[in-house]
């Protein structure tokens, strides 16, 4: 058979087939459409497609997915099976990479594209179709479109408007959008066995350990089962690439000592990770069918839940944890938590095991504690500091963002913080409009924080070029320096040490990492360098990429890129005339980027994070500015009932700390980037800063002003009418124009 018959008669096999018609029917019909359908039924890859070939008057659809690694995945997919190049007739489009063109007509994106899309264009415009897939995911960014699509349906009733989701519990969705039909695809399921093992700990002691426990549990399916992949759910690159490495350990070991009798079929496993940092090139390789006698064994973040469907999965391992954003009223911070999953997410993963024949899903945890998960994750808007968002819809020019139609609004308390800490950054006025700094800032692919911190250090501070090339390493979520583990050897873990300490700015890691990247440039952006500094290449392309869409946006803006002022060190010693040699980040010339300015401008985005030394050798206390906001202490963004902040290890004041003492003792405040919770709260991307930045600072003018605004609520003003005919007029215009440069 063909590869193309093949990839036919696997579209048709799928669920959705059946129903190709009547679903091309309901879509006619109605404009808004809800559509369930077990995970794998074909939802995300089939029914735009339908749309495709059988709707031609529909010019673009545009399909949301929550994750970036899904609509990669999917739009490739896709265009294999329409036998199109990637980029043409199908694309997709994420943060920082668009592979589309003009004439695509089926364009995959996040649902944070299509977010900055309506919030550019209510109308909309460009789609004739829009699909929100993976709506039962809840991100944030879903949960917005929502409010906005209910908008762009009343402003185009012709949009048609499908929501797609895996789970039963979608009459919510139908209920929002005015009790819309919703078209159910019956599923193809077998059987799963749910299968405690007998000393099952109790989920709350299994956070240390379930990585071992997930490598023992797929080493046993593997050694004991029949035929069939499996697939083990943990949280992130960490522990993926952790649980890859003991798990091929025990493959050499076992094979060498041939102390398994593996069953005929399957004599060897074949490890894959599945996470989002991995290039496209790697995940291709998870979906393809393993060779004879091999058994595919997937380690996976959530992606692997709902989202992307891998073939031949016959054993789930849950480890019942799962990576998300947490936000932290009380101390106003938002952190990336590894938490405990819902019984509906558990539920998900477990049924992963019987898409293609019955099968088995081993829990890490016991049955109580599966009874005692929460039933459903809650979604994320109800999770997280609202700060883009919030921008987001000043945006549009909804004033009144306490009353947004949210399809479960978040917590009041969360949405007045927000207005606050946009209010400090001056991106909305005390009336709560957007500013045109707000509106700069909505420009940015970044947190307002950074991008406020880009806006300064071009307009205030004149050292844009370095602040940009900073803001690109923190944009990435990895870390930047790798660390050889202990087993490696001593020799190797104080060789990383000391190439750390040569790259590290005394000032800390904002400075450390414009080090790595001029010394990175300077050896040519070669990936022999950086594994010779155990430097982790990845980070640097990703920031050489981001920092070229930021630099767009900066022109597109009129920021100007400026060098900072630099600190000449005299190379020659004028006394014994020696040559000194050159220090990391220096030019042939000794000359060095100046860190005062450049820190002061991270300050105008991070004033409100900042820890001062406690009396305790390396712990520092979360600065709190009580004095001007006793009145509200419970709703204070900036109040702190914590907190008692560690360093990273891996951060560069960490390193003088161990090595010399004298320079601790100097160390008075920090500004840092996030904070991590491990057992403690840790800082992350930390840099010395001096307290006098912060009380001239603008930030703690504003912090002064914050009472006397009307930020609260029952002051809000009025909704701001839209002039909509106006705006469509303009729209009209701006089209024909653009039909007719064409
Ligand atoms: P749903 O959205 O309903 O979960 P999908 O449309 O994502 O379903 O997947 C439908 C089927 O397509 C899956 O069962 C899987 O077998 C197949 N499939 C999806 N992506 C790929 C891929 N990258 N390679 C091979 N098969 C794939
Ligand atoms: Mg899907």
């Known amino acids: 058979m063909s590869h193309r018959d093949r990839i036919r008669e696997q579209r048709e096999n799928l669920p959705t087939f059946e129903y190709k018609h009547d679903l091309i029917e309901a879509i006619r019909e109605y404009s808004i459409l809800v559509i369930i359908g077990e995970t794998g039924s074909g939802k995300t890859t089939q029914i735009p497609q339908y749309i495709l070939e059988e709707m031609p008057e529909m010019k673009r659809i545009g399909v949301t997915q929550p994750r970036r690694i899904a609509a990669i995945t999917v739009a490739k997919r896709v265009s294999e099976e329409q036998d199109v190049r990637l980029g043409s007739n199908i694309g997709y489009t994420i943060r920082f990479d668009d592979r589309t063109s003009s ?4 364009k995959y994106m996040t649902d944070g594209i299509l977010l900055r899309e309506a919030t550019l264009d209510p109308y909309l415009t460009q789609y004739s179709v829009v699909v929100i897939d993976e709506a039962h995911e809840r991100t944030l960014e879903t949960d917005v479109l929502f409010g906005l699509l209910k908008e762009t349906h009343k402003l185009r009733p012709d949009l048609k408007i499908l929501i797609m989701s895996a789970t039963l519990d979608v009459a919510k969705f139908s209920d929002f959008f005015d009790e ?6 019956p599923g193809r399921t077998y059987p799963v066995q749910v299968i405690y093992p007998v000393d099952a700990p109790r989920i709350n002691t299994l956070k240390s350990a379930f990585v071992d426990r997930a490598v023992e549990a797929a080493w046993s399916i593997h050694a004991s089962e029949p035929e069939g992949d499996i697939l083990v759910f943990l949280t992130g690159q960490n522990d993926i690439e952790r649980a890859c490495k003991a798990f091929e350990e025990k493959s050499r070991k076992a094979n060498y000592k041939r102390e398994i009798k593996f069953y005929e079929e399957v004599q060897h496993a074949v490890v894959y990770p599945l996470h989002a940092s991995l290039e496209t090139f ?30 031949g999965i016959r054993y789930v391992v849950d480890s019942g944890f799962v990576k998300e954003k947490s936000y932290d009223p009380n101390t106003g911070m938002d952190a990336l938590l590894v938490t405990e999953i819902s019984q509906a997410a558990a539920i998900q993963r477990a049924g992963r095991a019987g898409r293609t024949a019955p099968g088995k899903a081993f829990r890490l945890y016991n049955e109580d504690s599966f009874n005692q998960l929460l039933p459903n994750t809650i979604p994320e808007i109800q999770r997280s500091s609202l700060l883009g968002t919030v921008l987001s819809l000043k945006k549009l020019n909804i004033v009144d963002v306490l009353n947004f139609a949210f399809i479960d609004p978040p917590e009041e308390t969360l949405v007045r913080n927000a207005l ?3 209010y400090l950054l001056e991106a909305i006025d005390e009336e709560g409009k957007i500013t045109k700094l707000g509106d700069q800032m909505s420009y940015f692919p970044l947190s307002p924080a950074l991008a406020r911190v880009l806006i300064s250090s071009a307009e205030e501070y004149k050292c844009s070029y370095e602040a940009v090339i900073i803001v690109s390493m923190l944009a990435g979520d990895l870390d930047l ?3 050889p583990r202990i087993k490696d050897g001593e020799e190797e873990v104080n060789r990383a040490e000391t190439c750390k300490l040569k790259l590290a ?7 450390t990492y414009l080090n790595v990247w001029k010394e990175w440039k300077r050896n040519n952006k070669s990936k022999k360098w950086c594994k010779e500094n155990y430097i982790n290449a990845k980070v640097l392309d990703i920031a050489a990429n981001v920092r070229e869409q930021l630099m767009d946006v900066m022109d597109k803006l009129k920021l100007k890129i400026v060098h900072g002022p630099v600190i000449k060190r005299k190379l020659k010693s004028s006394s014994t005339g020696k040559i000194r040699t050159r220090r990391m980040g220096e030019n042939d010339h000794g000359e060095s980027a100046d860190p005062v300015p450049i820190l002061e401008s991270f300050l105008t985005g991070y004033f409100t994070n900042i820890a001062n030394k406690g009396a305790h050798r390396s712990v520092f206390s979360h600065y ?11 709703n204070n963004i900036l109040s702190t009932t914590l907190v008692a902040l560690h360093l990273h290890p891996l951060c560069s004041l960490s390193n003088n700390l161990d090595r010399n003492n004298l320079q601790f003792s100097e160390l008075d405040w920090v500004m840092y980037s996030n904070i991590t919770y491990t057992n403690k709260a840790v800082m992350k991307g930390v840099s010395k800063i001096l307290w006098d930045w912060v009380k001239h600072g603008k930030g703690q003018e504003r912090i002064k002003l914050l009472p006397s605004t009307r930020l609260n609520g029952e002051a809000q003003p009025k909704i701001e009418e839209l002039d909509l005919e106006a705006e469509n007029k303009i729209i009209q215009k701006e089209n024909e124009k653009k039909e007719q440069e064409q």
């Not at 819309?180 to 695809?185: M, N, Q, R, S, Y």
């Not at 291709?284 to 992606?303: I, M, Q, S, Y």
């Not at 700015?505 to 904002?510: L, N, Q, R």
């Not at 709190?624 to 419970?634: G, N, Q, V």
């Open 103 to 106: 004439t695509t007509r089926l």
């Open 180 to 185: 819309c039909p919703i078209f159910a695809i």
């Open 282 to 311: 790697d995940q291709k390789a998870v979906f393809e069918l393993p060779r004879r006698g091999d058994r595919k064994v997937v380690f996976a973040t959530n992606v692997a839940q709902t989202s992307v469907t891998i073939p």
């Open 420 to 422: 606050k800490q946009l």
């Open 481 to 483: 320096f790798r660390t």
């Open 505 to 511: 700015h005394h000032t800390g890691d904002h400075m």
């Open 624 to 634: 709190a500015p009580d004095e001007h906001l006793s009145t509200e202490s419970s």
